[in-house]
């Protein structure tokens, strides 16, 4: 069983920054590949970043892409999303979730383990 605790959401201004994080559980935590989601009001969820395994390398959304930045910290079974130059598009509750494959995915239905979510408001 998987389990994942995300945190640092918050509200942020225009242009800020913030950095998500979420832990997670599990010996082999370096073997999972993580996503991050995120769903606003109204909306479907959807493919913000992912890190694959083995190879760490990582994806983004053409949204996020050069704003926010996805890392692993494997001691730690820790993964980050580090969101610059916020905008008021990116407010959403913001999810991680771990599957046990090789090769990310920007599908949300292939990923089993889902954390709580934390929100991000970035007011217009």
């Known amino acids: 069983q998987v389990q994942l605790v995300e945190s640092g959401g918050g509200l942020v201004q225009a242009g800020g920054s913030l950095r998500l994080s979420c832990a997670a559980s599990?010996?082999?935590?370096?073997?999972?590949?993580m996503g991050w989601f995120r769903q606003a009001p109204g909306k479907d969820r959807e493919f913000v970043a992912h890190i694959s395994w083995p190879s760490d390398s990582t994806r983004y959304a053409d949204s996020v892409k050069g704003r926010f930045t996805m890392s692993r910290d494997n001691d730690k079974r820790t993964v980050y999303l580090q969101m610059n130059s916020l905008k008021p598009e990116d407010t959403a509750v913001y999810y991680c979730?771990?599957?046990?494959?090789?090769?990310?995915?920007?599908?949300?239905?292939?990923?089993?383990?889902w954390g709580q979510g934390t929100q991000v408001t970035v007011p217009s």
């Open positions: 599990g010996r082999t935590f370096s073997t999972y590949v």
């Open positions: 979730a771990a599957r046990f494959s090789v090769g990310g995915s920007i599908t949300s239905n292939v990923y089993p383990y």
